[in-house]
């Protein structure tokens, strides 16, 4: 405690000098400039001083030679001084005792230490302060930053000491790191190439979803290289001064040409990177200026300088062709969503510090993970960690994985919850529905669980996961999927002949797909393989505000109405299945009330007519526990 209070201590007096300077600047300014108030001396004129000397009242006079200054007192008040200030020398003498005064001679003043002190301690002060605050403004003032420090670079740099990431951390993206790996190659052995008149890189752009491992990529080419690594935000170049995002980055492109070779790693450069000349502002806004400011600095890449310039981002339809071009990223590398062997790894990386079962199959699930990156994988490493360590356990298994891919896929459990019997009937006849639909088209994902416990927003889940990774979706796969969306609102009706807002979700997303078939992927038989554009895009500064339209009015009278045929007609296809399943609607409802949560296998023995055991998994453990069941007459 003691050190912390004294290193606060410290900072507050760093921080008030400058109020210290001023108060004692302030007290040797009235010490010396202002006269003493409480003093009982009267200055008098030359009248009335030869009056008082000519009739004898005079009785003391101190005689200041070095100010010509009289100084005296009265016989009647010897208390109160005289002062009269005069050009008068002491040849006067003889007339003070003429009339009788006394005289004392105030010899000329020395030049002592003390008044040597006196006199130049205020400018030594007023000098020093100012050098103090010179300092300041230029951002010294050891390592607090100065009035003028916010035009410096906000980038951190990390030493090649403190760099532990390598190629072995990473996994999912063996192509990516194929392609860093020249770089990595260049950093450490520039001759190797230059020798044989190849050119330096520039840079290289980062592209991929969020998650994917762009920024963990950048770290490990810096740790592979074992080289400084200045990392910063696009959006921490623009401030709301103008030319401070320029500055910036100069002052950056400096610090990294001192520390060559050297890597610079501009996160989110979409911030700063947009198109340039459109939408609002005009062409010379902050932001353009801090991009014609970063071509300016690749442009100015000498071959000798060995700087790098990475960057990520998740936008690269928004960046600005000038920034896109040759020479200066060099390199647009895509980071991809993992395959299942590329899951697989990253979970291996990911549980090296867990301890783990010996039962825990990290390929089984790698296969029921499709479409997670990095962040994701890692997420439920650390949910499946989490999870043990409630339950007081010292090892993770495969229970405590597949619970936290369920957390994540289908959201977080609120048991707390509490659904009426209405409310929970409504819930598993519209999962039941999704459910069966599923079960019965063809081109569709299997179910891996239904439940009809509230989870995240939703009263209940039905999910699905694909059997394998998909990269391109088929018309006969996404109308198998508007079939699957409206089973739940066509259960409510053929049960209840009543819907609720429950499928509300469904509808929207339904709506979303059928539009995207229709303007987008060409698989409207009306309207033919043409596309008419997304009003989905997201807006910004860097584009047109307004948008042209590319077709007319009874085009998109066209596109309505076929995105409504194509969803009523997943409604009929849902609403023919269900009333020919109808009997196994109410068998899968019935079961979801008691049971709750029902996976792939369970289902699979209900459909075929087989009884579920009472305390089958996990999860019927728990419900029989809070003793939830409802029967269905």
Sequence with gaps: MKKKNQKKIKFNLGNNFALWVMIILGSFFIVQFIPNSLSNTIDVGYDEYRNHLVNGKINHIKYDQDNYTVLYSLKDDENKFKKYSSAIDASEKDEWLKYGAKIDFVPKPGLGLIDVIFNIAPWLLIIFFWFYMTRRMQGGGGGQGGIFSFIKSKAKMVSPEKLKTTFKDVAGCEEAKIEL???????????KFTNIGAKIPRGALLLGSPGTGKTLLARAVSGEANVPFFTISGAEFVEMFVGV????????????????????????????????????????????????????????????????????????????KALLRPGRFDRQIVVDTPTLEGREAILKIHTRKIPTDKDLDLLTIAKGTPGMVGA?????????????????????????????????????????????????????????????????????DPVHKVTIIPRGMAL??????????????????????????????????????????????????????????????????????????????????????????????????TIDNEIKDFILTAEKNADNLLKEKEEQLHILAKALITYESIDSKQLSKILNGESLEKNNDESTKKTTKRKRRTTIN
């Design 181 to 191: 790996q020249e770089i990595v190659e260049f950093l450490k052995k520039p001759k």
């Design 460 to 557: 209940g889940v039905t999910a699905q996961l694909p059997e394998h990774d998909k990269h391109n979706y088929s018309k006969s796969y996404l109308l198998a999927k508007l079939d699957v969306l409206m089973g739940g609102r066509c259960a409510e009706k053929l049960i209840f002949q009543d819907t609720s807002s429950g499928a509300g979700n469904d509808i929207e997303v339904a709506t979303n797909i059928a539009r995207k078939m229709i303007t987008e992927w060409g698989m409207s038989d009306k309207i033919g393989p043409a596309a008419f554009g997304s009003n989905d895009d997201e807006m910004f500064l860097g584009r047109e505000i307004s948008r042209p339209k590319n077709h007319g009015e009874g085009i998109s009278q």
């Design 376 to 444: 994701d994988l890692e997420n439920l490493a650390n949910e499946a960690a989490l999870l043990a360590a409630r339950k007081g356990k010292k090892i993770v298994s495969m229970l405590e994985f597949e619970e936290a891919k369920d957390k994540v896929i289908m959201g977080v459990e609120r048991r707390s919850m509490v659904l009426t019997d209405e409310e929970k009937k409504i819930t598993a006849y519209h999962e039941a529905g999704h459910t069966l639909v599923a079960y019965y088209t063809k081109n569709t």
């Design 245 to 320: 995002g320029a500055s910036r980055v100069r002052d950056l492109f400096e610090q990294a040409k001192k520390f060559a070779p050297s890597i610079i790693f501009v996160d989110e450069i979409d911030a700063v990177g947009r198109h340039r000349g459109a939408g609002l502002g005009g062409g010379h806004d902050e932001r353009e200026q801090t991009l014609n400011q970063i071509l300016v600095e690749m442009d100015g890449f000498d071959n000798r300088d060995s700087v790098i310039l990475l960057a990520a981002t998740n936008r690269p339809d928004v960046l600005d």
